[in-house]
């Protein structure tokens, strides 16, 4: 029901009916007024004749006289039946029949009635002759009612189907056909081509008017963007492409080496190389990504007649910045995979030193923040003042971007919010624990215990390589002289317990990190 169409004839349909409800319950209570008031005047005017009239009758016994009158009071369609009775036998008994015929009511069996009047039958205020029971039936003021109920419903029913009718077709001719001659005219301007211009007709009412001006000049300067767009679309693609290439001959590289190599050989190489191709090109394929989903953004907003100057502003800064991160990136990673020979046999060792725990997670983070700018992930950490390592930088650096970007990239959909939680406690013999946790989807059971082996994914289709914890796991191990392990709870979140040595042992070869 997201068509204003749809929204507005609900609408006009329901106030039609509440007005022409509300009307007819009016008109009824009027009518149902006036036949209550002249029910109640025959009443009175029976009363008041056969008060006057039929007592003089009965004091003379003239019998005849008196079913002359019993009978003529009969013709009131509210009258069903009157009955005299007196002293000395005295009884006279008329009713009207179901088939209008007018006979003698016996004394035990009054006819059907709604209500009775008695009168008691007085002669010159001195001799009581007797007492007149009339009874009256309500059948004609209910039949009228609930005629007239149905002539209501018939008029409310035929008027509003004839107002809503009338409304439609004005609303269609003055509103909705112009709106869907604009949404063409877009429609159209949307298959617009580099450096060609397109206008949209004039409107044929003023209303309209101001919007296709605006949306003219809006047309005007995108054409003289597309060019420029589909140039840089042309160039993130040949990118794109020449990075998957390298990518995918970097994994048939590394395939060989688990074959023959096995954790060690893997450790080595793809800790030292292959994470460094993976981020330039982990940041292309996501900066690609990202310029692509704000240009069908911007597309939709075209179609749809609701694009804003600042709209076209804001997408067209965007796409700058990323054009340039795909860029630069795509060099980084061609120059990494034209030294990958060298690398791979070199694999020479990250220079230690000494560093403050708290001010260089900040620094890593500080580098993560184009990958985590376009999420609602919020990054806290939790750290002690004045913890210093003596370890590897790079390597440490390489597990919380692997941690935070598998969180990422598994725990989270893309508009979901969460927290992820980087902890730091000192412990007993120059050691500390490193947590890392998030909120989000959690491990699968069945899943958790292989998260740590080589090429193990469950998004493999999706940009997933399954070797992302394998190095982390390398790396605390093998290079940063510690441990870690993982645990998780389905739908509650994930948590990686790392402890390491603030001081790294000396025989550790922390390879290439660079």
Excluded at 42 to 59: G, I, N, T
Excluded at 147 to 169: C, G, H, K, P, Y
Excluded at 470 to 496: K, M, P, R
Aim: a negative charge; proline letters at 3%.
């Amino acid at each position: 029901m997201r068509s204003i169409k749809n929204r507005l004839a609900i609408w006009i349909m329901s106030v039609l009916t509440v007005v022409m409800t509300l009307t007819g319950f009016l008109s009824y209570q009027a009518v149902s007024r006036n036949e209550e008031r002249d029910y109640l005047a025959q009443k009175q005017a029976l009363q008041a004749r056969l008060s006057l009239s039929l007592p003089q009758s009965v004091w003379q016994l003239d019998d005849q006289l008196i079913l002359l009158m019993l009978d003529a009071e009969l013709k009131s369609p509210v009258v069903v039946g009157l009955m005299i009775e007196g002293d000395a036998g005295l009884f006279f008994g008329r009713t009207r029949k179901a088939d209008g015929q007018i006979g003698n009511l016996l004394k035990a069996a009054p006819p059907p009635h709604d209500e009775t009047i008695s009168l008691p039958l007085t002669y010159q205020r001195y001799n009581n002759l007797g007492q007149l029971t009339i009874y009256l039936s309500r059948d004609r003021i209910n039949t009228h009612l609930a005629n007239e109920l149905r002539l209501q419903l018939t008029q409310a029913l035929l008027l509003n189907l004839l107002l809503f009718i009338v409304l439609i077709a004005g609303l269609k001719r003055y509103v909705f056909s112009p709106l869907a001659e604009l949404q063409h005219a877009l429609h159209q301007a949307s298959k617009l081509e580099a450096e060609a211009t397109i206008q949209l007709p004039p409107a044929r009412y003023h209303e309209f008017a101001e919007l296709v001006n605006g949306l003219n000049l809006i047309v005007k300067k995108i054409s003289q963007e597309l060019g420029l767009r589909r140039e840089a679309q042309e160039n993130t693609l040949i990118e794109k492409e020449r990075s998957e290439i390298a990518y995918q001959q970097l994994l048939s590289t590394q395939n060989m080496l688990v074959e023959t190599e096995k954790l060690a050989s893997l450790g080595g190489l793809v800790a030292g190389i292959a994470h460094e191709i993976n981020t330039p090109v982990g940041i292309t394929l996501t900066t690609a990504s990202h310029l692509s989903l704000i240009t069908k953004t911007v597309n939709n907003q075209f179609q749809s007649g609701q694009i804003k100057k600042s709209d076209l502003a804001k997408y067209l800064a965007e796409a700058n910045e990323s054009t340039d991160l795909i860029l630069s990136n795509t060099e980084r990673a061609a120059n990494l995979i034209h030294s990958f020979k060298q690398v791979a046999v070199d694999q020479t060792s990250e220079a230690r030193r000494a560093f403050d725990m708290e001010q260089y997670i900040g620094e890593v983070l500080t580098s993560l923040r184009p990958q985590l700018r376009h999420n609602k992930i919020t990054i806290e950490i939790d750290c002690p003042a004045a913890i210093r390592m003596d370890s590897y930088p790079g390597a440490l650096s390489q597990v919380l971007t692997n941690l935070i970007m598998n969180a990422l990239f598994h725990a989270y959909n893309e508009e979901d919010e969460g927290i992820i939680v980087i902890r730091i406690d000192a412990l007993t013999g120059q050691r500390i624990r490193l947590l890392v946790t998030d909120d989000g989807k959690g491990i699968a059971p069945e899943h958790l215990k292989h998260i740590f082996e080589p090429f193990f994914t469950t998004r493999r289709g999706s940009g997933g390589s399954g070797l992302g914890l394998h190095i982390v796991y390398n790396i605390v191990s093998l290079h940063l002289g510690g441990t870690i392990q993982a645990d998780s709870i389905v739908n509650e979140g994930a948590s990686f317990l790392l402890e390491l040595p603030c001081k790294a042992p000396e025989s550790v070869n922390a390879g290439s990190m660079s």
